[in-house]
């Protein structure tokens, strides 16, 4: 069992600091495992725990594990239920269209459409090609006079996927008319309005009530198709392919709705029992959570809690008839994961319902996701149980899923528990090893998806890296040829160029190396790296993976030059956003040249992949319903700068590590704003007005030379949908210090004219 520690290089005052919390947490787990001593013992609400054999997570390793993943070829996998979605959508799809265009001279080439979009949809023949194919297609109908309302469907789903979302609005039917016509079932009327409110909600403030409206008719329709004949006998899966989806979006699909869902089912007599029963549990959990409320315990009323408790068992008991009725399905005992969180180790708690889930399909993703935040110790969890459910995934073997994958999940959660503090969780040479044998598991698979090879292998390169295997990094980085997934090497804190200094300086190899082209140039040779790379694009234009990947390169490097020549220049990504890092958002690029982003109830952010001087001036525009604005931020050190515009408060704020300062101001929500650093030290106008002026944002005046990276981000509020925009924007460098810098005197701070 691995065990979690910290460093033996801690020094002394660190011990005697820590000594007495570990004396505390010792007594507690000897009184934990004194109490659990019984082969049986009873819990609060009455069921049996396992034994301290089974169930004690600081036990020592189990005969066998708690969690049981069928390995087995026959059991289900999520390949099966695609390729059963597929046919049963192909063939409910032709169905429809004999129903209801028999005459349409464009019934064989729609009917071709259906195929390929579901092909591509379900996952059995999916890849950036095709996407663009199908689009090309659609075009080509469109446009030779293929008017078929199911064909508009689906094309404008390409459309919205491709983020086209204009052409997707402009794309679809007349959905009113098409469901008063009376011809075609609930099913496509859904998808209809769905594809309307997916394209309404990108599109602005304006459409704002067309999309809350379309949504609304969306859930409507997908209510009734509950009764439709397309989904019985076996079939009822694949409604829940819809609703979950659709039940997910809880700040839009809210409780109002989801109780007119219900009621809509609830008054249909042919609705499905199994599907009917899922509705209900959702929207008790749903009622359980709006009576406590979503703060802490220790806010939560008398009131709240009793009716949080009455409405989750509620939603217990719908899950568990839904689970009886078809155990074979993995929904009904997924959903009971979640409703069972802090009951994790009884004999009907989130590991049963775990097993449950599994046996119905092994690599249902949902199950491992739920139970891993259940497994957390906010829910009476521990680290040693989440490391041990990597392990059983680890060992279940099935490399032609993304099961053994699970592995990294739980790596990533218990950093995060950790709070990033240190690398030492990766440098235990079981994790090392664990890596190795995923990366090696994962070599040849031919039913892996491109995304989760490339995390595997990223994954390898940065614990390698921390463990100073650098052979191994070399190797890895060549199989990946340097283009490293963003969302796992972001999770070690380390940087694409950093590791390629790194490669570079411990093999004793050339910094021209042509296998490290593409990072070590950025850093070592920018002028010869752009024609480089430009014959390699041009090389590649029959392959868009390796062109995406070229063109991501060649324009990190180009902001790089720009930058480093000391004059103005657009910083704003093209189309594709290539050259910057996505952390978290749906950034993209509007027709106008705006770079752009629906704000959500969180913090959304996007990077220059380039590493920039801390010295530059910066202007632009920034629109938004709430907080968007600059950030700074040095990957290495963590330092992080953030200039907040506030359109909704009428502030503007600079916050950097603890610290902050604010001005309240005249503003609306269309600004203009000027950044500038030197010295470790911010000048900010917004309208033209100096806001503030020497304020050491940098503490270290070593760091303020170091590289960071400058990006956007927004993070909203309210009203979700609304789209953040930045215009205008261009930077340059620095070369001497501007008339508003002063040096100060040690703890001396001026931040304001």
């Given at each position: 069992?691995?065990?979690?520690?910290?460093?033996?290089?801690?020094?002394?005052?660190?011990?005697?600091?820590?000594?007495?919390?570990?004396?505390?947490?010792?007594?507690?787990?000897?009184?934990?495992?004194?109490?659990?001593?019984?082969?049986?013992?009873?819990?609060?609400?009455?069921?049996?725990?396992?034994?301290?054999?089974?169930?004690?997570?600081?036990?020592?390793?189990?005969?066998?594990?708690l969690?049981?993943?069928?390995?087995?070829?026959?059991?289900s996998?999520?390949?099966?239920?695609?390729?059963?979605?597929?046919?049963?959508?192909?063939?409910?799809?032709?169905?429809?269209?004999?129903?209801?265009?028999?005459?349409?001279?464009?019934?064989?080439?729609?009917?071709?459409?259906?195929?390929?979009?579901?092909?591509?949809?379900?996952?059995?023949?999916?890849?950036?090609?095709?996407?663009?194919?199908?689009?090309?297609?659609?075009?080509?109908?469109?446009?030779a006079?293929?008017?078929?309302?199911?064909f508009?469907?689906?094309?404008?789903?390409?459309l919205n996927?491709?983020?086209?979302?204009?052409?997707?609005a402009?794309v679809?039917?007349?959905?009113?008319?098409?469901?008063?016509?009376?011809?075609?079932?609930?099913?496509?009327?859904?998808?209809?309005?769905?594809?309307?409110?997916?394209?309404?909600?990108?599109?602005?403030?304006?459409?704002?009530?067309?999309?809350?409206?379309?949504?609304?008719?969306?859930?409507?329709?997908?209510?009734?198709?509950?009764?439709?004949?397309?989904?019985?006998?076996?079939?009822?899966?694949?409604?829940?392919?819809?609703?979950?989806?659709?039940?997910?979006?809880?700040?839009?699909?809210?409780?109002?709705?989801?109780?007119?869902?219900?009621?809509?089912?609830q008054?249909?007599?042919?609705?499905?029992?199994?599907?009917?029963h899922?509705?209900?549990?959702?929207?008790?959990?749903?009622?359980?959570?709006?009576?406590?409320?979503?703060?802490?315990?220790?806010?939560?009323?008398?009131?709240?809690?009793?009716?949080?408790?009455?409405?989750?068992?509620?939603?217990?008991?719908?899950?568990?008839?839904?689970?009886?009725?078809?155990?074979?399905?993995?929904?009904?005992?997924?959903?009971?994961?979640?409703?069972?969180?802090?009951?994790?180790?009884?004999?009907?708690?989130?590991?049963?319902?775990?097993n449950?889930?599994?046996?119905?399909?092994?690599?249902?993703?949902q199950?491992?996701?739920?139970?891993?935040?259940?497994?957390?110790?906010?829910?009476?969890?521990?680290?040693?149980?989440?490391?041990?459910?990597?392990?059983?995934?680890?060992?279940?073997?099935?490399?032609?899923?993304?099961?053994?994958?699970?592995y990294?999940?739980?790596?990533?959660?218990?950093?995060?528990?950790?709070?990033?503090e240190?690398?030492?969780?990766?440098?235990h040479?079981?994790?090392?090893?664990?890596?190795?044998?995923?990366?090696?598991?994962?070599?040849?698979?031919?039913?892996?998806?491109?995304?989760?090879?490339?995390?595997?292998?990223t994954?390898?390169?940065c614990?390698?890296?921390?463990?100073?295997?650098?052979?191994?990094?070399?190797?890895?980085?060549?199989?990946?040829?340097?283009d490293?997934?963003?969302?796992?090497?972001?999770?070690?804190?380390?940087?694409?160029?950093?590791?390629a200094?790194?490669?570079?300086?411990?093999?004793?190899?050339?910094?021209?190396?042509?296998l490290?082209?593409?990072?070590?140039?950025?850093?070592?040779?920018?002028?010869?790296?752009?024609?480089?790379?430009?014959?390699?694009?041009?090389?590649?234009?029959?392959?868009?993976v390796?062109?995406?990947?070229?063109?991501?390169?060649?324009?990190?490097?180009?902001?790089?030059?720009?930058?480093?020549?000391?004059?103005?220049?657009?910083?704003?990504?093209?189309?594709?956003l290539?050259?910057?890092?996505?952390?978290?958002?749906?950034?993209?690029?509007?027709?106008?040249?705006?770079?752009?982003?629906?704000?959500q109830?969180?913090?959304?952010?996007?990077?220059?992949?380039?590493?920039?001087?801390a010295?530059?001036?910066?202007?632009?525009?920034?629109?938004?319903?709430?907080?968007?604005?600059?950030?700074?931020?040095?990957?290495?050190t963590?330092?992080?700068?953030?200039?907040?515009?506030?359109?909704?408060?009428?502030?503007?704020?600079?916050?950097?590590?603890?610290d902050?300062?604010?001005?309240?101001?005249?503003?609306?929500?269309?600004?203009?704003?000027?950044f500038?650093?030197?010295?470790?030290?911010?000048?900010?106008?917004?309208?033209n007005?100096?806001?503030?002026?020497?304020?050491?944002?940098?503490?270290?005046?070593?760091?303020?030379?170091?590289?960071?990276?400058?990006?956007?981000?927004?993070?909203?509020?309210?009203q979700?949908?609304?789209?953040?925009?930045?215009?205008?924007?261009?930077?340059?460098?620095?070369?001497?210090?501007?008339?508003?810098?002063?040096?100060?005197?040690?703890?001396?701070?001026?931040?304001?004219?």
């Open positions: 069992m691995l065990q979690w520690g910290v460093s033996m290089k801690h020094s002394l005052p660190y011990w005697l600091w820590r000594l007495p919390c570990f004396l505390i947490a010792g007594l507690l787990c000897f009184s934990v495992q004194q109490f659990s001593s019984a082969n049986q013992v009873q819990t609060a609400n009455g069921e049996e725990e396992l034994s301290a054999e089974e169930s004690a997570p600081l036990a020592p390793p189990r005969r066998r594990s969690f049981v993943i069928p390995s087995d070829d026959a059991v996998t999520a390949q099966h239920y695609n390729q059963a979605w597929q046919k049963w959508f192909v063939a409910t799809c032709d169905e429809i269209l004999r129903q209801t265009s028999p005459d349409d001279v464009w019934l064989s080439e729609v009917t071709q459409y259906v195929t390929n979009w579901a092909n591509i949809y379900s996952g059995v023949k999916s890849d950036g090609s095709r996407r663009v194919n199908l689009r090309d297609e659609g075009a080509r109908l469109l446009e006079g293929c008017g078929n309302e199911l508009l469907v689906l094309y404008a789903s390409a996927g491709a983020m086209q979302y204009r052409a997707a402009d679809l039917p007349d959905l009113e008319a098409l469901g008063k016509s009376g011809k075609w079932p609930g099913f496509v009327l859904y998808l209809g309005w769905w594809e309307r409110w997916r394209s309404g909600r990108q599109l602005g403030a304006d459409h704002r009530r067309q999309a809350a409206e379309a949504l609304d008719q969306a859930l409507e329709h997908l209510a009734r198709a509950a009764a439709d004949p397309y989904f019985k006998n076996g079939r009822q899966r694949f409604y829940m392919h819809y609703y979950l989806r659709s039940s997910r979006f809880q700040v839009e699909a809210d409780l109002e709705r989801h109780r007119r869902i219900v009621k809509i089912m008054e249909q007599s042919v609705t499905d029992e199994w599907i009917l899922i509705a209900r549990g959702v929207l008790f959990a749903k009622e359980g959570w709006a009576s406590r409320g979503t703060g802490y315990a220790y806010t939560v009323t008398p009131e709240g809690w009793q009716g949080y408790h009455q409405n989750i068992g509620n939603a217990a008991e719908q899950f568990e008839q839904a689970h009886a009725l078809r155990p074979d399905f993995p929904e009904a005992a997924t959903e009971m994961i979640r409703i069972k969180w802090g009951d994790n180790f009884t004999r009907t708690g989130t590991v049963y319902w775990f449950q889930a599994v046996a119905a399909q092994m690599d249902y993703a199950s491992y996701n739920w139970l891993l935040w259940g497994l957390r110790p906010r829910w009476g969890g521990s680290h040693e149980a989440m490391y041990e459910l990597g392990l059983a995934a680890l060992h279940s073997g099935r490399f032609d899923t993304h099961v053994p994958s699970v990294l999940d739980v790596l990533e959660s218990i950093y995060k528990e950790q709070r990033f240190g690398h030492e969780l990766f440098l040479p079981d994790v090392l090893a664990k890596v190795r044998q995923l990366a090696e598991g994962y070599r040849n698979q031919p039913r892996v998806t491109g995304d989760l090879r490339q995390r595997v292998l994954h390898l390169v614990v390698a890296a921390l463990n100073g295997e650098w052979e191994t990094v070399y190797d890895a980085w060549n199989a990946l040829g340097g490293l997934h963003t969302d796992a090497y972001t999770v070690f804190r380390l940087r694409p160029p950093v590791l200094r790194a490669i570079v300086s411990n093999l004793d190899l050339p910094p021209d190396s042509a490290l082209a593409g990072q070590v140039f950025l850093h070592y040779q920018l002028t010869n790296a752009i024609p480089l790379l430009e014959q390699q694009l041009a090389e590649a234009s029959d392959d868009p390796r062109t995406a990947a070229l063109r991501d390169r060649l324009e990190t490097i180009k902001i790089r030059n720009a930058f480093s020549s000391g004059e103005w220049f657009t910083f704003l990504p093209q189309p594709g290539p050259g910057w890092e996505v952390h978290s958002g749906e950034w993209r690029v509007a027709d106008d040249g705006a770079l752009v982003v629906p704000t109830r969180k913090m959304l952010e996007i990077f220059a992949r380039s590493d920039l001087d010295n530059f001036e910066m202007t632009g525009r920034t629109k938004a319903l709430y907080r968007s604005g600059i950030v700074l931020m040095n990957f290495d963590q330092d992080r700068v953030r200039l907040v515009i506030d359109g909704n408060d009428k502030t503007s704020t600079l916050v950097y590590g603890q902050y300062v604010r001005r309240q101001l005249g503003m609306t929500r269309d600004n203009t704003f000027t500038s650093i030197w010295n470790g030290h911010a000048h900010v106008t917004v309208n007005h100096t806001v503030f002026s020497n304020v050491p944002v940098i503490k270290d005046p070593e760091a303020a030379g170091q590289a960071y990276s400058i990006g956007f981000f927004d993070h909203g509020k309210w979700q949908g609304e789209l953040t925009d930045f215009r205008d924007v261009r930077l340059r460098a620095l070369a001497v210090a501007p008339d508003w810098y002063q040096p100060l005197e040690p703890d001396a701070t001026d931040d304001s004219q």
